[in-house]
Structures are given as structure tokens and as C-alpha cells.
């Protein structure tokens, strides 16, 4: 008889390592959402180090004493590798591989690991290996043998052990070629903005931490059929879809791809067209899960994200979404109940996006808000102009409509530049 084997790819075990550089910091917390990292590129966590110094180690990132104290763990967890919480520099890469002889990542790594694995639009996939090959063109020398490592596991996903041969010339052209190509990408996207612009639908941009939510409730609102999972970076790929106020006024929803601490510069560059959705938005809806006891610390992160973007001076909705999840952890006493606040938002609104709760009153604050850049119109249409009044229902809010013998009677709220189009020439 045949002997079967288990084809299963067996998880990578990894140690998560951080430096913490003053006390009460926030090192424990970013290890545990690491960790989330870590499952969601498909591996497991088998332990978590962290040291305390004034700042990592210039050569090593560890002091000698811990990197003797990760080496017993290594071999006492029979660990695939060490994932520190920083991004390492070459030398300090190459130093612990010396040091600690198995393969040694970083954060930026590990996310541009997930990034890969969700990339599945054409500009999704070259901003994921732009950014993986600017990253790697700095570290051939210092990724040593892990540029020779055979298998798969973080790190060698995207462009994947085609690419590990290759010298720095071979990447900065590769590099150039992707340029020109997401530069083509980038064009198109500004087209459809411009296009976007002169049509006088409202834009709404979807932002928030990982995780919030964001994915939930644009398909709560609009069936977009986006993936919705409990992991990190589950959806990558920007999705806008129209969505119908009660009023019968139109918008258009834009997810964003999720926020997260310690987010490499390289792909935010990468990125940059794609996270920039926000700038040109009307409105932001920013999503935050309540039930997230460092909710207030994400939230910091992503108004930090958005400055660096230039996303300034837009109103601001936050939704404190998963009530259904925060209500629960009280009950479990996980959390201590407190009234979740955000002082920089226009408009606050609590949310369980999964169960639809909340979703009425939160179309009540979009409404009310666009409904402040608009003009109030009174007018009676002669039978000739009811063309005019479709435009009005989809652009504009139409609060009364009465057919007299004259003509039909509007009153509505429109955008400016509708009520300035309905009676061009007039």
C-alpha cells in the first residue's frame, strides 16, 4: 500500500521581538497587533521578547544579553525565524541572522508580505512590488542567506525567488519599469477623478485602523460584496460603489486600504495615489472599533496618516462601530464602559455596521451635511423642463414636487453648481 503524506504547508513559527524605549509605551500593544500580522501572513507566534533600552541597538537592534536569551528560545521553540518590531537596517538584519542563524524579518516585511498575498488589481499588484523592491534594494547585502532560502513563508511571496537572484542593477530597472507603469496606472486614476469632479456627485472616502470595519459597512450600505474576515489588511484594493440617501440623492463610497502603526514609508509611497482617495473625498467616514481598548491610539495613527497625505479641512464623521462586540466585553468585564469621544470629528455616530444598527442615523448626519453646501430652489418647471427635475432627484435633496397648471412645482436642495446649471442661459 501506498504511504500517503501530508501536503499541508506547515505554519512558519516565529519570535516577536521589540525594543521598548520608555516606560508605559505602547511596545506590548504593538507586538500583540505583530502577532495579528503574523496570522494573518500565515504564520504562528510561538513567543514575544521584549527589551528595554534607551533606543535598539545600532548593530544588533538586541543588547548581547537578549540576543542570548532569543538564541535558547530559538532552539527550546525549534523557531523558523525572529520578526523584530521595527524596520532593521542591513547590517542590523545581517548581524542577528550571524548572531541568531535563522532567518530574521522585520515589521515592514511582514506587511508587505500580507500586502502581496491581497494585492489582485493590476495597480494593487505593482505598488505592492514597487514597494517591495525599493525595500529589498537595500538590503541585498544584508538579507545574506535569506536571499538563497528555497520554500515560501513571509518574505518571499510577490515577486517571490524570481527576483532573490537578482543584483541592484537588475531591481533599479526593474524599479524604473514599475514606475512607468503605475505612473500610466495613476494617470487613469486622475482622469476618473477629474471626471468625478465634474460630476456633481457627492464623494464619501472610507477610512479607519485595520480592522475597523470599513469593509462591513460599505457592504452593509451599498451589497459590494468587498471580503469581510477578522483579520488585519483583509481587503487591499480601493472599492467605490453608489450608494442612494432616503432623500433619493446620490453618492459614491470609497473604501480605503486599512491604517496601521508603524506603516513603512515605502508604502505609503507606493500607495500613495490610492490612499490620496481621501483627499479628494467631500466627506470622511472614519471608522474605529469601539470594542479596541487602544481605539483612541488608532485613531491618532490614522488623523496622523491622513495629515502626512495632505487630507486637510474635509468634514469628518466618526463611527464608533462594533458596539454589539463593545456592549459584550463589558458585560464579560473585558473593558470598563466610558463614553468613546472624538474632539477633531464633525459628527459622531455609535454603529454595530455587521447587524445594519445605527445605519439611519448616520445616513441623517450625511445628509444633513450635505445639505449645508447646498442652495435651497422653489421654482415651477414648465412640462417642457422635466428633464430638469430628474437631474434634481439624483444630484439634490427634493423636499416638495406638486404638478399646477403651469408647470411643476420643486422644492429642493441642490448643489451650487446644479442650481447654477438648471438655469444657465435662463
Not at 192 to 206: D, E, L, W
Not at 244 to 253: A, D, E, F, H, V
Not at 328 to 353: F, Q, S, Y
Amino acid at each position: 500500500m501506498a504511504e500517503l503524506y501530508n501536503m499541508e504547508e506547515v505554519a512558519e513559527r516565529l519570535i516577536l521581538v521589540g525594543v521598548a524605549t520608555a516606560e508605559n509605551d505602547d511596545t506590548k500593544e504593538s507586538l500583540e497587533e505583530l502577532a495579528e500580522l503574523v496570522k494573518t501572513a500565515g504564520a504562528e507566534t510561538v513567543a514575544m521578547v521584549i527589551q528595554n533600552r534607551e533606543k535598539p541597538h545600532p548593530g544588533t537592534y538586541l543588547g548581547k544579553g537578549k540576543i542570548e536569551e532569543v538564541l535558547l528560545l530559538v532552539q527550546e521553540l525549534n523557531a523558523d525565524g525572529i520578526v523584530c518590531d521595527d524596520e532593521l537596517s542591513p547590517a542590523q538584519m545581517k548581524n542577528l541572522e550571524d548572531a541568531l542563524g535563522c532567518q530574521i524579518m522585520d515589521r515592514t516585511m511582514v506587511i508587505l508580505d500580507i500586502f502581496a498575498q491581497h494585492a489582485s488589481t493590476r495597480e494593487g499588484k505593482i505598488q505592492v512590488e514597487l514597494a517591495q523592491l525599493k525595500y529589498r534594494s537595500s538590503r541585498l547585502i544584508g538579507m545574506g542567506n535569506v536571499l538563497s532560502r528555497l520554500g515560501g513563508g513571509i518574505g518571499t511571496r510577490g515577486p517571490g525567488e524570481k527576483k532573490l537572484e537578482m543584483d541592484r542593477r537588475l531591481i533599479r530597472d526593474r524599479i524604473s519599469q514599475l514606475g512607468r507603469e503605475l505612473d500610466d496606472v495613476v494617470k487613469a486614476r486622475e482622469v476618473a477623478r477629474a471626471a468625478r469632479s465634474k460630476n456633481p456627485i457627492p464623494v464619501v472616502s472610507i477610512v479607519g485602523y485595520t480592522n475597523a470595519g470599513k469593509s462591513t459597512l460599505l457592504n452593509y450600505l451599498t451589497n459590494a460584496g468587498v471580503i469581510e474576515e477578522d483579520k488585519l489588511f483583509a481587503t487591499l484594493d480601493p472599492t467605490t460603489r453608489n450608494l442612494t440617501l432616503p432623500s433619493g440623492q446620490q453618492i459614491l463610497l470609497t473604501d480605503t486600504v486599512g491604517f496601521v502603526r508603524k506603516l513603512p514609508h515605502h508604502l505609503i509611497d507606493a500607495f500613495r495615489s490610492t490612499l490620496e482617495e481621501a483627499k479628494y473625498a467631500d466627506i470622511i467616514l472614519h471608522v474605529v472599533d469601539a470594542s479596541n481598548p487602544d481605539c483612541y491610539k488608532h485613531m491618532h495613527v490614522v488623523y496622523e496618516t491622513l495629515r502626512n497625505l495632505g487630507v486637510e479641512d474635509k468634514k469628518v464623521i466618526t463611527i464608533f462601530n462594533k458596539q454589539d462586540i463593545y456592549r459584550e466585553k463589558i458585560a464579560n468585564g473585558e473593558i470598563e464602559e466610558e463614553v468613546r469621544k472624538d474632539l477633531k470629528a464633525d459628527e459622531t455616530v455609535k454603529m454595530a455596521a455587521k447587524l445594519g444598527e445605527g445605519t439611519g442615523e448616520l445616513l441623517e448626519i450625511l445628509e444633513r451635511i450635505l445639505r449645508e453646501s447646498k442652495v435651497l430652489l422653489e421654482y415651477v418647471f414648465p412640462y417642457t423642463e422635466t428633464a430638469k427635475i430628474q437631474v434634481i432627484r439624483k444630484y439634490g435633496q427634493l423636499l416638495e414636487e406638486e404638478y399646477q397648471a403651469e408647470g411643476t412645482y420643486v422644492k429642493a436642495y441642490v448643489p451650487k453648481e446644479i442650481y447654477l446649471q438648471l438655469f444657465k442661459g435662463n
